[in-house]
């Protein structure tokens, strides 16, 4: 019994002691009212190996047919202090895919041209992926992309790290490059 008690006593100082190296830690984070440690959005996303970048309200336009383009679309946050740029995307769905962006041509239309350096999103921030505005071109497709799809894109940011997206494919109306969802499931080029 005696063994009992010294291994439990043991115990019981190590996590002492270990609670109290833990507390006295230079570096350590903010505690908020309650005590409790407090810690920044770009701290907790490198605790749970979540990629810097995301993207909120994702969604890639529906294509009558696979010889039809698409794009992704969606709000692009960075939740690191670092400005981070997104130089680069690919998806299985899609042979090709570049970052567009969409320019005006003197005649008061606009065209869609790849987006050269890629796509600045500062620290803390966002940027937006809109119809007839910068996006995520899906070309060469592999299949007719129909409403209620899931497709996957993943972003290669300017340090090396990767955020994939699951982006569902939702109806659009509208020209070519107008890719605004509505809720029903017909498409018009």
Known sequence: ???????????????????????????????????????????????????????????????????????????????SDQERTIVKATSDSAGMVQLHTTVPTPNGGSVMKEKEGGFPV???????????????????LKSTLKAGDIVKVTLTMDDGSTSTVEAPVK????????YAPTGDSSTDH
């Not at 500062?122 to 060469?140: C, K, R, T, W, Y």
């Not at 109806?171 to 107008?178: L, M, P, R, V, W």
């Open 1 to 79: 019994m005696n063994k009992k008690i010294s291994a439990l006593s043991l115990a019981a100082s190590l996590a002492l002691v270990g609670g109290a190296l833990t507390g006295c830690a230079s570096g350590s984070a903010p505690a908020d009212s309650s005590g409790q440690s407090v810690s920044t959005t770009a701290a907790a996303a490198a605790e749970q190996n979540m990629p810097a970048i995301s993207v909120a309200d994702a969604w890639v336009k529906a294509t009558e047919s696979d010889n039809d383009m698409s794009g992704l679309f969606g709000k692009i946050e960075n939740s």
């Open 122 to 140: 500062p620290a803390g921030g966002s940027i937006a992926f809109e119809p007839g505005a910068n996006h995520v071109m899906l070309m060469d």
């Open 171 to 178: 109806a659009f109306s509208g020209a070519k490059e107008s």
